[in-house]
């Protein structure tokens, strides 16, 4: 007998809602974990430095701990979504960002004593990445078990703006509760953004796991590895721009110094609004070909831009590319895995922007040694022109 969903019940006339109304609730969960993810991220290296004490390595590594727990457990969490159901996935993420947040709450009353304080920001930072990771995998899963394949480019689509928009949304609202109250009320703004995330996701049925034989983890990485690696291509230009796009106006001594950072955020979750559905009318291949080719022609503007106008047209263009590469090798990808593997091959393929997101910036603040700001986005439209190739390597064997 089939899970009825609460939160969704059939109309009177028997026809369920549209799709993208049954997506919406769940990504929505999703937006929820990535808010306690963003409201701490621009307090805590700050705090660690001045509050605790401590240098710029250690304040580093308050941040980078989550990213590097959220690339530990990904492929995990991709698992459990197969064989544990997607729902229950997504609570257990929950319930730890939900720990996250009241570990940090409590850090202020351990100030007196810093390297207690400090470990227990780390391990609020590592708790948080887990439920990042069964967030940002189950919500996809469960929401593709919960209105079919035919709509995975929407729920790869609107799992990234909830994301993005999240992290977005938590960095000033972070700083506003900063303010207010201190590291607590940061801490406490979390725990109540997770609550509001579990009590959504409980008012929703978990999906039926998806019997069958699932493929083992060399399998599937095997198969995963030209997406993951056309994706990490993209993904470097996305992580310069992060980190260096605002350096790069200060140091030609352009005024808006955020402002390049903020135009490839809004057009890279724009695009996944607008141009969502291109990937199901011309395929994903295709949009994903076309979306590195723009990404490419981005980065050489900002590489060439002699002034702030242009370079902010390059960010806006690279961001328009970038917002749909994900999803649209995703697609494709979910095509060629066992549907009782899909959640373990999206985890993987997850992984593969984790890791680059977190290796562009030392790497390219070691070639600094030898370019200067603008060469880094030179080098990073190489790896998008390469990514094209590369998607050109997907395709190959399905049509062979």
């Known amino acids: ?78 698992r459990m979504s197969d064989a544990i159901g997607a729902r229950r996935t997504v609570l257990y993420g929950l319930v730890s960002a939900l720990l996250a947040g009241l570990l940090l709450t409590g850090v202020p009353f351990l100030s007196a004593t810093p390297l207690l304080a400090y470990v227990a920001i780390v391990a609020s930072r590592l708790l948080l990445g887990f439920g990042e990771s069964c967030s940002g995998t189950g919500t996809i899963t469960w929401n593709i078990a919960r209105v079919g394949t035919a709509h995975t480019a929407q729920v790869m689509s609107w799992g990234g703006v909830a994301a993005y928009g999240a992290i977005a949304a938590g960095a000033p609202l972070g700083g506003v509760a900063y303010g207010a109250g201190g590291l607590w009320a940061v801490g406490l703004l979390s725990t109540l953004a997770a609550l509001l995330g579990l009590a959504v996701a409980l008012l929703h049925a978990e999906t039926p796991v998806i019997a069958g034989v699932r493929e083992k983890a060399g399998r599937t990485l095997a198969l995963v590895l030209p997406f993951g690696a056309a994706l990490t291509l993209g993904a470097i230009g996305f992580g310069a721009v992060a980190s260096f796009g605002g350096l790069m106006f200060i140091a030609a001594g352009w005024d808006g110094a955020a402002l390049l950072v903020s135009v490839f955020g809004l ?44 370079a902010l047209i390059g960010g806006a263009l690279a961001g328009l590319g970038f917002g749909m590469v994900f999803p649209s090798l995703g697609v494709e990808l979910m095509k060629r895995v066992p549907a009782a593997s899909r959640g373990g091959a999206l985890g993987i393929y997850t992984v593969f922007l984790d890791l680059a997101l977190a290796i562009t910036g030392p790497l390219a603040g070691l070639a600094l040694a030898w370019f200067d700001y603008p060469a880094i986005f030179a080098l990073c439209a190489v790896c998008a022109a390469a990514g094209i190739g590369m998607v050109a390597l997907c395709r190959t064997p399905r049509e062979a």
């Open 1 to 78: 007998m089939p899970i009825k969903d609460l939160a969704v019940p059939p109309s009177p006339t028997g026809r369920q809602m549209p799709a993208l109304l049954r997506i919406l609730p769940i990504s929505f969960v999703n937006f929820c974990t990535y808010l306690g993810v963003g409201v701490p991220l621009a307090i805590l290296p700050a705090y660690v430095m001045h509050q605790l004490g401590y240098g710029p390595v250690l304040a580093g590594l308050s941040v980078s701990s989550q990213f590097l727990s959220t690339v530990v457990t990904r492929s995990l969490a991709g």
């Open 267 to 310: 057009c890279f979750a724009g695009s996944r609004v607008v141009f969502g559905g291109q990937i199901d009318r011309i395929g994903g291949f295709r949009v994903a070909a076309i979306a590195l080719g723009l990404e490419t022609l981005g980065l050489v503007l900002i590489w060439l831009a002699p002034a702030p106008l242009p």
